[in-house]
């Protein structure tokens, strides 16, 4: 089976492709026949569902937006790097605040 037609019978049965992080998360797998089910699936796990629903243009997109800004970028995985980059991130708003009133 060709991608074309794989992606036409996904299409067809409704199946819904959405990224979610670096991850594209499959709805309604269950309305392909278990051949399908498994190329899709084969897909998914090589990153390649992810480049065909767009996402890496919406990572160049980004990449380029936070070069323009100066800042470093940093992969955040799990509640406790979040909760750790929420503290430096205020920190630094804190830090910047104080600074700018006292010029």
Do not use: H, N, Y
Request: hydrophobic share 45%; aromatic share 4%; proline share 2%.
């Amino acid at each position: 089976m060709s991608l074309k037609e794989l992606m036409r019978a996904v299409r067809a049965a409704e199946v819904e492709l959405r990224i979610s992080g670096a991850d594209v998360l499959i709805s309604g797998l269950d309305k392909l026949p278990p051949e399908m089910q498994a190329e899709l699936e084969r897909l998914r796990r090589s990153g390649f569902l992810w480049s065909w629903c767009g996402a890496d243009d919406d990572d160049e997109e980004a990449i380029d937006f936070a070069d323009r800004l100066l800042v470093d970028v940093v992969l955040v995985e799990g509640e406790e790097q979040a909760q750790a980059a929420i503290r430096e991130l205020s920190s630094a708003t804190a830090a910047s605040a104080s600074t700018s009133r006292r010029r």
